[in-house]
């Protein structure tokens, strides 16, 4: 079961009943749960959206759109029915920050599920956990129940007439791709995750044709808070126009990783070597991945850089996920490279040309090269496959691929070009096998 | 409802199945669940399971193919009773998600998406589960390990070897 | 939609709103590669190779998805845009495998030419290329996974287009790949019950057509020869009555040149992009081995042997003239056939009437053509074309099934239904497939087509003589919904015909009609008068301006089975048959000929050719030019694709014949007029000019009519004295366009209680009449369907 951390320096709000017990409903209920909801119905959808809007939040999920704004894309009549998708496929790598939130506080992101439908006029809501979760899918699972048993959901909710809300509880089954938003609605519809052509965007043409509002498992358990302290309440938390708090998961070369809840605009600096207790065993900071796998790196001396979605893209990377990942001076970027290529690879989804083929040949040449095999045309290679990739693929799978490539290449260069010198093989890094691909005969 | 006579599967989940089928405004909705349910009943996805699925939701039994394949959880051959899945992603491999692998391969005898010869465990190099932060990682079926040493493997592997392993179902 | 104004590379452009900028491009003339866009299928947007720059916005933008709007400003080629397509093709060629030279689709791929284009050749992948076995999916369709640039055209056209859904992907990411509908394992299948497997390919190889690559090919052409290697030459395909356009690749063999390919290169037909089996691989006929390739005459052993050409005319025209002579003209009868041109149909029927004097001439009847000129007599537009099936807004199918008599009809169907929106309504005797494109579908009784025209007149008392069906007001409502549609195309299959077919006709006084009838030329045997009671378009025999002409008996003569009956009477002393199998297909007993004369000109030895006493061997209509009309009246031109020597042309015979039984050729093929003038001396010091100067004109498609074997000589006659052949244009025909014909409306032959003589020919997508057995691949295609994938459908 995953450690419970915290730091003085943490602002709870999506977290404050974090290993309180409030995955029990009545726990929930005594912690102010469930209220947030019955004032989102006093006070209707307009006030909803406007509460959302003032309280600056950012999508939780990695491209950090403006909650508030998505809400009110939703067309007000719609002939077809409309729906709420939780988006718990949480796969990028160096994050597990919703995998808590199911674990300690499954009731909020039900709570703001039903918020979002209030908000938009949807009667149904999803949550959707990747396959993984299965022991969080069961957490869920029983909070949804317990809902339904208490007449927090289903039909007359809190015995108002007419007013309903269903939630159904989903699973992937393995794939990162499925994460992406128009990719996670094909995969509950029972297909392929393979992404969807946009526009039409999912806000007016979504889940089984209707009016679809996607929001990350974070963003929606954010909800009612919000709506309990106020938007404005919630904006001052945060930075410039980057409301809140938000749930950061440092791993990698730190003495205390763990998920901890900091303001927007926290320093990166402070957050590696305060929050989290500073480098490993003594060692020196050698870069770090700030937002997930796919953000580009930052080197040792870049992380003087306030953690929110502005100043982040300011830095030439991104906040993404909130995933940040620490490496020390040990590591070799040719081996991180390889590893986080390997997953795209991976993970790809193959609809379209330059991702489906770039990550493979990204993950060949890059296999090779760490093999002890490379020459100094492929670090061009390697980045002239990359910057083809960037903005030309069908969904932004193909630029997760690339950005770190760029970063790696660009930032340490160097070091592939030492690497030529005398490679050092750590890890014998291709078993996974593409998905679907029969086992190769003698593959160990 | 596309209650099937014949049913490969048990009763409660053959139940299931009738109740998953019914609740999506679009009843193919229930696929992937059920092929997971099904792989944790069966083993495996087998050709049965696919038949089987594809009349139930009316689909094609190329359909269910072409979705099964899709996901990498779903498999069409049978694993072990345990099926150790060893985190090697970005921040497990730099707490030793590697050497955790290594160390399986090594207790186990097994390769990636090996079965040990009394078909109790198979190995499997994954990509990142959702646990970075208690890196490194493993995943015996569904239940979690976490902040693993290869002592703490050894101890985990031995805990399913004694049946004392728990079965997230 | 209004028209909006955008510019693309500095052109001010104009189009709807909401059009595809890909498409306003191409009509503007400026071309987009794409690999994954095709006209009419779904938007995918997975090759990337359609990006344009579009003023404004942050990245490359892909036209296919792109919709025009108004001030809209793009750039298709730019340096950035190249060095974009030429990235993705690099991507491509890592792993595609360099075997152009082997190839199939080397000199006509997509890639290939994008290559070129681009120049994306140099790969700088040093690792090896993914390789996959080939794979073989049926006799016709091969897959070469290593190939595939996975467009996803083929999995679109076989599931959008067709509706059959065979194809599908498979695995994820760069190991994805197409894959068929082929249950892994019988035995579950088979303990399963086995009907989910759906394994109902149409074996139709839109899939081939539609790769821009080599990854699919077909089973009947791959490895013969190179594209650059044929010619390529449009013409109509001979087997259904849709009359869809089929491009034959020939190449020279030693005795003439043969068909090596059969596709849809040419989309210029009115099957747009559509062929059915039949159409794409079942010209193999024409090269079967067992083709006659020297007229052969019974001998006093009563075995046939071959005999030259002089002897075997020589023989029979004497002996026909003589038999005119000794026992009159009311003794012989002729019989045609479905698969002859318009021109020998008609120059048939005038040999009969104007040579041998008789009235005894028919032909299989697979639709009852009189009855709907009759019944539409009076009226004007209410016959339809294949073309309105493409576009009309309502349809009515009553009768018959479309998806395996009529494919491209059931193509244009889904089409139309998908692509427009159309109302397709169905009243069937059992379900058939379409019904998943219908709005409407109500199941007729057995024979209760009678009482449906009946009911949809209004009588509601035959109501439970129409239909089966579920609920009580299905049937009234289904009729509600059919007279409200105020522009109804009503298409009606051949168990529909005589009182029950006027009938129907009359209850919908505001739609137009078509009979679906079953091969190629069905409706020019009707329109060009192989009937013993009419004269061509339906003119009555006696009175009308035709029959003045020909000054033939006025009473009507024998039909196909009076004919037979004749002959078991001893009252038949010659029959002519040609291109036609009756003693097979009427079920005839061979006995019934033994004191008649009889003539057989065609392909093969069939049945009915084998107990002939003189047999010609025939060129088939891939070997011949001239006109045919679809079931809709739709007329096209057919040309000289192959050659096989040994053969003559239908129309070469019947003036031959007439030769030798001493009749003035002259009357009865008008040829040599006109043109005589421009063709230049014949003899002396110029001598060889004319040839070159006909050689000239063939080669434009002109018409020498220099000769009495010329066809369009024929056509000139048609043109004049057939009603409704009137009004064609010949420039459309010659063109290779289609137009509609329509019989007259005024002055046709009046019959009351004709004798139902239609037999369907029950023809399914692997089969054509008689024609079946001499193809090897409907032979193979019918193995495959009845083994490997009749196991799995007869499972339980
Ligand atoms: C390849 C890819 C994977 C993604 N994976 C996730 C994911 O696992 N969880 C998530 O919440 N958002 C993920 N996203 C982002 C979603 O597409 C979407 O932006 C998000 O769910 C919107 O919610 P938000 O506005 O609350 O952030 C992914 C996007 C891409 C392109
Ligand atoms: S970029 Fe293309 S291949 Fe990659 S995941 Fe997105 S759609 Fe799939
Ligand atoms: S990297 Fe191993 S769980 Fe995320």
Redesign the interface.
């Known amino acids: 079961m995953p450690t419970l951390v915290s730091h003085p320096d943490e602002v709870k709000v999506v977290s404050r009943r974090f290993g309180l017990g409030a995955e029990a409903i009545d726990k929930y209920i005594e912690l102010d749960g469930y209220k947030a909801v019955q004032k989102a119905i006093e006070q209707g959808p307009e006030w909803i959206v406007n509460e959302m809007k003032a309280s600056g939040l950012r999508g939780r999920g990695g491209a950090g759109f403006p909650t508030g704004m998505k809400w009110s894309f939703v067309p007000k009549v719609s002939e077809k029915p409309k729906y709420v998708l939780v988006n718990g496929d949480e796969s990028e790598p160096g994050t597990c920050k919703d995998h808590v939130i199911f674990l300690h506080d499954p009731h909020a992101v039900i709570e703001g599920t039903m918020i979002a439908g209030l908000a938009i006029g949807a009667k149904m809501g999803f949550i959707y956990l990747r396959g993984e979760y299965r022991y969080l899918l069961k957490i869920v699972e029983k909070a949804v129940a317990d809902a339904y048993a208490k007449g927090i959901l289903g039909k007359n909710i809190f015995g108002k007439e007419g007013v309903d809300f269903d939630i159904i509880t989903q699973t992937g089954a393995g794939a990162y791709e499925v994460g992406e938003e128009s990719a996670l609605m094909e995969s509950l519809e029972g297909k392929r995750g393979v992404p969807r052509i946009k526009p039409p965007f999912p806000a007016v043409v979504g889940l089984y044709g209707g009016p679809t509002v996607i929001n990350n498992a974070e963003t929606i358990a954010n909800a009612p808070h919000i709506l309990l302290m106020g938007g404005e309440a919630y904006a001052k938390l945060g930075s410039e126009r980057n409301g809140g708090t938000r749930l950061f998961g440092i791993s990698g070369h730190v003495e205390r990783p763990g998920v901890y809840e900091l303001p927007m605009g926290y320093s990166l600096r402070k957050a590696i070597y305060e929050v989290a207790g500073g480098i490993k065993d003594g060692k020196q900071l050698k870069a770090v991945v700030p937002g997930g796998s796919s953000c580009p790196v930052l080197k040792a001396d870049e992380i003087d850089v306030g953690l929110d979605f502005d100043q982040m893209g300011k830095a030439g990377t991104m906040l993404g996920s909130g995933g940040i990942v620490v490496l020390d001076e040990t590591v070799s970027i040719v081996e991180f490279a390889l590893r986080t290529i390997r997953f795209y690879q991976h993970e790809s989804c193959g609809w379209c040309i330059p991702c489906r083929e770039g990550t493979d040949w990204l993950k060949k040449t890059l296999t090779r090269f760490h093999a002890g095999g490379g020459n100094k045309k492929d670090i061009d290679n390697i980045q002239y496959l990359a910057e083809n990739m960037m903005g030309r693929t069908f969904c932004p799978l193909g630029d997760a691929a690339a950005m770190p490539t760029l970063g790696f290449i660009k930032k340490f260069r160097s070091e592939f070009e030492e690497y030529l010198a005398g490679a050092r093989v750590e890890h014998p890094l291709i078993q996974i096998q593409p998905v679907g691909e029969p086992e190769l005969a003698g593959a160990h | 409802m596309a209650v099937v006579p014949n049913t490969i599967f048990s009763p409660e989940t053959a139940a299931r199945f009738d109740k998953l089928a019914s609740i999506y405004p679009v009843k193919r909705s229930a696929l992937i669940p059920m092929l997971l349910y099904a792989q944790d009943e069966v083993g495996y996805v087998s050709d049965e399971v696919v038949a089987e699925l594809a009349k139930r939701l009316d689909l094609l039994e190329l359909d269910v193919r072409g979705v099964l394949s899709y996901y990498s959880m779903l498999r069409t051959k049978p694993a072990g009773k345990y099926n150790v899945q060893v985190c090697t992603n970005i921040s497990c491999m730099l707490r030793g998600g590697f050497e955790l692998l290594d160390h399986c391969k090594k207790t186990l005898g097994i390769g990636h998406k090996g079965v040990t010869p009394d078909g109790l465990f198979s190995l499997e190099e994954v990509e990142c589960i959702g646990a970075c932060c208690w890196a490194p990682a493993v995943q015996v079926n569904y239940d979690f390990h976490d902040d693993l040493t290869p002592a703490k493997m050894d101890a985990v592997l031995a805990d399913y070897a004694a049946g004392r392993g728990k079965d997230v179902k | 939609m209004p028209d909006v104004n955008f510019i693309v590379d500095g052109q001010k452009l104009t189009a709807p709103a909401g059009t595809l900028l890909i498409d306003a491009c191409k009509s503007a003339g400026i071309e987009i590669p794409a690999f994954c866009y095709y006209p009419g299928l779904s ?6 190779m359609c ?1 344009v720059r579009i003023e404004k916005a ?3 933008a892909t036209a296919c ?1 792109t919709t025009v709007a108004e001030g809209m400003n793009v750039t298709t080629e730019s340096p950035e845009i190249a ?2 397509r030429k ?2 093709l690099q ?2 060629l ?2 595609h495998p360099l075997d152009c030279p082997v190839c199939d689709a080397g000199g006509e791929c997509e890639l290939q030419d994008m290559t070129f284009k681009y120049g994306a050749a140099d790969s ?4 090896p290329k993914n390789h996959r076995e080939e794979q073989k999916w049926s006799p016709v369709v091969y897959f070469d996974r290593p190939r595939c ?2 467009c996803y055209r083929c999995v679109r056209m076989c599931g959008e287009g067709m509706d059959v ?12 790949v197409i ?3 082929v ?3 019988l035995a ?2 088979l ?3 086995a009907d ?3 394994l109902d390919c149409e074996q139709c190889g839109m899939c081939i057509d539609a790769c821009p690559v080599g990854a699919l090919t077909s089973g009947t052409y791959r490895y013969k020869t190179r594209p650059w290697e044929m010619n390529h030459v449009a013409t109509v395909c001979t087997h259904c009555g849709d009359g869809c356009k089929t491009t034959l690749g020939v190449r020279s063999v030693s005795d003439g040149s043969e068909i090596v390919r059969g596709d849809n290169r040419d989309k210029s037909g009115m099957n747009g992009d559509f062929l059915c089996n039949k159409g794409r691989y079942a010209f193999d006929f024409t090269n079967n081995i067992e083709r006659l390739t020297s007229p052969l005459v019974r001998q006093a052993d009563g075995k046939l042997k071959p005999v030259s050409w002089d002897e075997a005319l020589k023989f029979t025209g004497k002996k026909l003239r003589e038999l005119r002579d000794t026992r009159g003209p009311q003794s012989i009868g002729v019989i045609g056939s479905n698969r002859t041109t318009n021109e020998e149909n008609y120059l048939l029927q005038k040999f009969a009437r104007t040579v041998l004097g008789t009235n005894n001439i028919d032909h299989h009847r697979t639709a009852d053509f009189v009855t709907l000129a009759n019944a539409l007599q009076g009226t004007t537009g209410r016959f339809a074309s294949q073309r309105n099936v493409e576009n009309a807004q309502a349809l009515l199918v009553i009768g018959g099934d479309p998806t395996n008599q009529a494919p491209l009809t059931a193509w244009n169907l889904r089409t139309n239904v998908r692509l427009n929106k159309a109302r397709l309504y169905i009243a069937n005797h059992e379900e058939i497939k379409l019904r998943r494109q219908a709005k409407d579908f109500i199941q007729v009784q057995q024979f209760g087509y009678g009482s449906l025209a009946s009911y949809l007149a209004g009588n509601n008392a035959a109501a439970e003589g129409a239909s089966i069906v579920a609920q009580a007001d299905q049937l009234s409502n289904f009729r509600t919904a059919i007279q409200a549609e105020e522009k109804l195309i009503v298409l009606i299959g051949n168990e529909v015909r005589g009182g029950e077919l006027a009938n129907l006709i009359k209850a919908l006084p505001n739609a137009r009609f078509a009979l679906m009838a079953d091969y190629v030329n069905s409706r020019g045997a009707s329109d060009m008068g192989l009937l013993p009671d009419a004269l061509p378009g339906y003119q009555p025999l006696s009175g009308s301006a035709l029959a003045n002409e020909y000054t033939a008996p006025t009473a009507p003569g024998l039909d196909l089975l009076a004919m037979f009956d004749a002959a078991t009477r001893g009252d038949l002393s010659a029959l002519y048959v040609v291109g036609s199998n009756p003693i097979k297909r009427f079920g005839i007993d061979p006995f019934a000929l033994k004191d008649t004369f009889f003539i057989v000109q065609d392909l093969f030895l069939t049945e009915t050719a084998q107990i002939a006493d003189v047999v010609f061997p025939a060129a088939n209509l891939y070997e011949k030019a001239g006109s045919v009309t679809n079931s809709y009246g739709d007329l096209q031109l057919v040309s000289k694709a192959a050659d096989k020597a040994g053969t003559r042309s239908d129309f070469e015979l019947i003036v031959r014949l007439a030769d030798h039984m001493g009749h003035d050729i002259k009357t009865l093929v008008p040829f040599g007029k006109g043109l005589r003038a421009d063709m230049g001396q014949s003899r002396g010091a110029q001598s060889g000019e004319a040839d070159r100067h006909a050689v000239w004109l063939m080669a434009n498609n002109m018409e020498p009519k220099l000769s009495p074997f010329d066809p369009f000589a024929i056509l000139d006659e048609i043109q004049r004295v057939v009603p409704g052949y009137d009004k064609l244009l010949r420039l459309q025909l010659l063109s290779g366009n289609d137009q509609h014909i329509a019989p007259a409306s005024t002055g046709l032959v009046q019959i009351e209680n004709r004798k139902d003589l239609v037999l369907p020919s029950s023809d399914t997508l692997f089969t054509s009449g008689s024609l079946t057995r001499y193809s090897p691949m409907l032979q193979d295609v019918q193995r495959h369907q009845e083994t490997e994938v009749a196991d799995h459908l007869a499972a339980d």
């Open positions: 938007l995918q947007a997975a090759c990337r990006v942050p990245k490359l998805t060095q974009a990235a993705t991507l491509l890592g792993n700088f992948y040093t690792e640039i996975l859904f065979a194809l599908g992907i498979q695995n994820r990411g760069s190991s994805s894959a068929p509908n249950p892994s394992q579950s299948l303990n399963a019950g989910q497997a759906q």
